[in-house]
């Protein structure tokens, strides 16, 4: 290298240095990137559904109670009040479930899910249907005999499918931070030691 002319010398330094920039300059960007799609996938596949299973979990509450308000008081008012809620918050729970099922499932998520499908026909088929139909009739007495005999029981399968869904975005949320936080590490790590290996290397050239 002491053979060469200081402008070659020079040539060849600046190009190296320039190439390493590329390098490294690349390695963030590539960083950035996979961080932003990090980013994306916790927004759109663990935070929107975890704020629409939660949406549910409130709209099958606000079920219980407008199904015990008409069974304490049944008169045809409130009844008809009680019946156009329970009516709203099925077709919401609907519309927030099909926006759920839309994105991507992980197995686990996929036999959750299920098992939230399949225990919420059963609750709506044998509990709240036949609620209902009591107290259309009129018989509230009925309809409470249903809500403790089948409604209760019916509906804890199905609350437990939700949370357990709720807690599995949690999860997921967590092995996406715990990856993009091992890919910041290993990107810093390769920066790093480009640059101290640029700066041994330029020390040779320069010399």
């Known amino acids: 290298m002491n053979n060469l002319k ?21 390695v963030g960007l590539y960083g950035m990137s996979q961080s932003n799609d990090a ?33 304490i008081t049944p008169t045809p008012e409130v009844i008809a009040a009680s019946l156009a809620t329970v009516d709203k918050d099925l077709a919401d729970i609907d519309r927030l479930w099909k926006a759920y099922m839309a994105k991507s499932l992980t197995p686990d998520e996929a036999r959750l899910a299920a098992s939230f499908r399949a225990s919420r026909e059963a609750y709506i088929k044998n509990g709240l249907e036949p609620t209902l139909l009591a107290l259309k009739g009129g018989n509230a007495e009925e309809a ?3 809500a403790v005999s ?13 949370h357990d869904l709720k807690a599995l975005q949690v999860t997921e949320a967590r ?8 890919a910041y590490t290993t990107i810093l790590t390769v920066s790093l030691t480009c640059v101290v290996l640029g700066l041994v290397a330029a020390s040779v050239i320069g010399q």
Do not use: C, H, W
């Open 175 to 182: 092995r996406e931070f715990e990856a993009a936080e091992a």
């Open 144 to 146: 409470q005999a249903i």
């Open 39 to 71: 980013m994306e996938r916790v927004y759109t596949d663990r935070t929107v559904p975890i704020g629409n299973l939660g949406d549910i979990e409130v709209l099958m509450l606000a079920n219980r109670v407008a199904l015990a308000t008409a069974e």
């Open 6 to 26: 200081i402008s070659t010398r020079l040539s060849v330094l600046i190009g190296f240095l320039a190439l390493l920039l590329v390098a490294i300059s690349s």
């Open 150 to 162: 089948r409604i209760r029981p019916l509906s804890e399968p199905m609350v437990k499918a939700l």
